[in-house]
């Protein structure tokens, strides 16, 4: 696949995992190896991958994001910026976008392996934006290219951070430390039915590349406006 394809293609995969075939531990190697050549702030390669398979450990993560994703992700609405809206197009592709969420939280009882992707050496709270951008920007990098990497290899992905809502419950359960390694996403990784993805709807080019400073003309986003209440941030 050309590069241009991975990166078009490389969608949030929730209705297409296919459970049935086993996800081989050295494609997972093959993985992370090129996604440590990602960048990192002061070259300290902070990215952790908790790959789990064990199927007791893999259940009790899974059942963690079902019960965020059952009992408190309304109340996250706000807070990531998804909020309803008017617009009779948008507010379908909110639904398919929740269908594919249902189906998702399924599938994570039914893979093979998830994979918990943390940030080694810091936790994120109360720490200042200069900070967390640079600590989070050494390993997201490495989390998409991992992402990547597992398209080109036929592999699917979806970025989640909905269980973040108890990580302490997961970092227990995996015997991550949590005072010192921050958990930033969870991921599925198993093989895709059919391999064939196209890219997906996105704002224009001309809405979001600002010249020669900020146009305060441009479509933004829902403004972010509160944090999560219920369903606990630790
Ligand atoms: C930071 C971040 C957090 C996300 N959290 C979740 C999540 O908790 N659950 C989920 O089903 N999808 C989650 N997603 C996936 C997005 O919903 C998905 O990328 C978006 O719907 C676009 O889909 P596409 O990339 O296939 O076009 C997350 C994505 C990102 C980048």
Do not use: K
């Given at each position: 696949?050309?590069?241009?394809e991975?990166?078009?293609?490389?969608?949030?995969?929730?209705?297409?995992?296919?459970?049935?075939?086993?996800?081989?531990?050295?494609?997972?190697?093959?993985?992370?190896?090129?996604?440590?050549?990602?960048?990192?702030?002061?070259?300290?390669?902070?990215?952790?991958?908790?790959?789990?398979?064990?199927?007791?450990?893999?259940?009790?993560?899974?059942?963690?994001?079902?019960?965020?994703?059952?009992?408190?992700?309304?109340?996250?609405?706000g807070?990531?910026?998804?909020?309803?809206?008017?617009?009779?197009?948008?507010?379908?592709?909110?639904?398919r976008?929740?269908?594919?969420?249902?189906?998702?939280?399924?599938?994570?009882?039914?893979?093979?392996?998830?994979?918990?992707?943390?940030?080694?050496?810091?936790?994120?709270?109360?720490?200042?934006?200069?900070?967390?951008?640079?600590l989070?920007?050494?390993?997201?990098?490495?989390?998409?290219?991992?992402?990547?990497?597992?398209?080109?290899?036929?592999?699917?992905?979806?970025?989640?951070?909905?269980?973040?809502?108890?990580?302490?419950?997961?970092?227990?359960?995996?015997?991550?430390?949590?005072?010192?390694?921050?958990?930033?996403?969870?991921?599925?990784?198993?093989?895709?039915?059919?391999?064939?993805?196209?890219?997906?709807?996105?704002?224009?080019?001309?809405?979001v590349?600002?010249?020669n400073?900020?146009?305060?003309?441009?479509?933004?986003?829902?403004?972010?406006?509160?944090?999560?209440?219920?369903?606990?941030?630790?």
């Open positions: 696949m050309h590069v241009d991975v990166l078009a293609t490389t969608r949030a995969v929730r209705r297409r995992l296919d459970a049935t075939r086993a996800v081989p531990a050295g494609l997972i190697r093959e993985c992370v190896e090129l996604a440590l050549q990602a960048p990192a702030g002061s070259n300290v390669a902070r990215a952790r991958f908790v790959v789990v398979r064990d199927p007791a450990l893999r259940a009790a993560v899974a059942d963690v994001y079902s019960d965020v994703y059952r009992n408190s992700y309304a109340d996250s609405a807070y990531i910026g998804r909020v309803p809206t008017p617009d009779a197009a948008a507010a379908e592709v909110q639904q976008t929740s269908r594919s969420a249902d189906a998702l939280e399924r599938a994570l009882h039914e893979v093979d392996t998830i994979v918990i992707a943390c940030l080694d050496g810091a936790r994120l709270d109360g720490v200042p934006a200069f900070a967390s951008a640079s989070l920007g050494g390993v997201l990098p490495a989390v998409w290219s991992f992402m990547l990497a597992a398209r080109a290899r036929g592999l699917g992905t979806c970025w989640t951070t909905m269980h973040l809502a108890r990580e302490r419950e997961v970092a227990d359960l995996l015997g991550i430390p949590f005072d010192s390694v921050q958990q930033v996403c969870l991921t599925p990784v198993a093989h895709t039915r059919g391999t064939g993805f196209r890219a997906a709807s996105r704002p224009a080019v001309d809405e590349v600002h010249w400073g900020w146009d305060a003309d441009r479509p933004r986003p829902p403004a972010v406006t509160g944090l999560i209440t219920r369903g606990g941030v630790h």
